[in-house]
Every structure is written in C-alpha cells, then in structure tokens.
C-alpha cells in the first residue's frame, strides 16, 4: 500500500518561497498510471488544488496560483516538491500530497498534510 | 477557475438518508464523469468515497452512492451513522485540463 509523506518548514516568512516535500513509500513514483499533486486547505475553508505531476515532468497547474508554482519530481529519491514563491497570510494552510489516477483524475491516496504559517 | 458549488451544511439524524449536491458548469461536472467525492473528518487524510460520478473504492461501504444530471453530480449516504460525520468535497476535470474541488459540506449526524 503506498504511503505519503510531507515535510518541510512549518513557517515561512511573508515574501519568502515556501518549499515543501512529498516521499512516496510502497509504491514507485515513477508508475505510467499516476499523477503526483498537492492540495491545499486554508484554515476554516476548503481544499484547493495546486498541480500535479508526471513522472517525465509533464506538469498542471491551478491557474490562480501558476505565476507562483513550481512541482517538480525527483525518481532517484521516490519523491516529489512544491515551491510556491512570493507567499503571504493568504498561503498559510495544511498542505497535502497525493496520488492522483491517470485516467480518472481522482486522489485514491493522500498524505496526513502539514500545516505551512506564513509569518513574520 | 471557479468552485464548485455545494451546500456548505447540511445534517441528518441516525438512519436517514442525505444528498448532497455538487453544481458545476458545461465546462467540468456537465462535459466529465470525472466526479469524485472525498469525506475528510478534521485533522485526518481526505479518503476517497467515490470516482467516475458513481463508482465506490474497495472498502468504501455501500451506503455511499454517487449519481449526476447535467451539471450537477450528487452523493448520497443512506442509513446515516454517527461516523459519517465529516466534511464531504467534490471534484471535477475540467476542459482546461486541471482540477476543481467544491467549497466543503459539513455533515452533522
């Protein structure tokens, strides 16, 4: 059964680039039937897509944060990264990684998430 | 890109049965059968209940079930429990070729 894991700093200061990483356990990173992604949730709202990856690098991104995003892959290490860059209060949320289907477009598994403060 | 639209509560008593909606536009839910549905009980990993607008993950019980007319898909729970009490969140493909969750519905059982 595959596993996510983020991890990163918990605090990121305003204007700064938030970085976080996903390990994927159980499971290749570099599967043809997965997309790799992360999703947010600001306190008190609701979840938001940021992107996903493939494992060649293909990439999507949400429109409203893709001036500020990058996910990139790295299949030596089984794992995948989110930067967001030029962060404020408004970035602050839990940040999740998941498995995204290839052909169905839907999470099937998910990481507990990490909770990102962007504070001063 | 917009939200999809849900309910942003709704509650039911043990036993009963609940639908919640997920309205979207000619452009996502109405185009797709792309739909999924995630339960999320706070502080936990959002679990997957239903994909393709109607098909249940093994383990996923029964009593979730998933239908769609135009642009709105629906999940329905039947026989609630006191364990369903969670936030529920729809999803969608889209023609941009990305992805839309809906706002979030609070259950309360």
């Known amino acids: 059964q595959v596993q996510l894991q983020e991890s990163g700093p918990g605090v990121v200061k305003p204007s700064e680039t938030l970085s976080l990483t996903c390990t994927v356990s159980?499971?290749?990173?570099?599967?043809?039937?997965?997309?790799w992604g992360w999703i947010r949730q600001p306190p008190g709202k609701g979840l938001e897509w940021i992107g996903h990856i493939y494992y060649s690098g293909n990439t999507y991104y949400n429109p409203s944060l893709k001036s500020r995003v990058t996910i990139s892959v790295d299949t030596s290490k089984n794992q995948f990264s989110l930067t967001l860059s030029s962060v404020t209060a408004a970035d602050t949320a839990v940040y999740y990684c998941?498995?995204?289907?290839?052909?169905?477009?839907?999470?099937?598994?998910w990481g507990q998430g990490t909770l990102v403060t962007v504070s001063s | 890109q917009s939200a999809l639209t849900q309910p942003a509560s709704m509650s039911g008593s043990p036993g009963q049965s609940i639908t919640i909606s997920c309205t979207g536009t000619s452009s996502d839910v109405g185009v797709y059968n792309y739909v999924s549905w995630y339960q999320h009980h706070p502080g936990k990993a959002p679990k997957l209940m239903i994909y393709?607008?109607?098909n249940r993950p093994s383990g996923v019980s029964n009593r979730f079930s998933g239908s769609k007319s135009g642009n709105t898909a629906s999940l329905t729970i039947s026989g609630l429990q006191a364990e369903d009490e969670a936030d529920y969140y729809c999803?969608?493909?889209?023609?941009?070729?990305?992805?839309?969750f809906g706002g979030g519905t609070k259950l309360t059982v």
């Open positions: 159980g499971g290749s990173i570099s599967s043809s039937s997965y997309y």
């Open positions: 998941a498995r995204h289907n290839l052909v169905d477009y839907y999470f099937d598994s």
């Open positions: 999803s969608s493909y889209t023609t941009s070729s990305t992805l839309v």
């Open positions: 393709d607008v109607s």
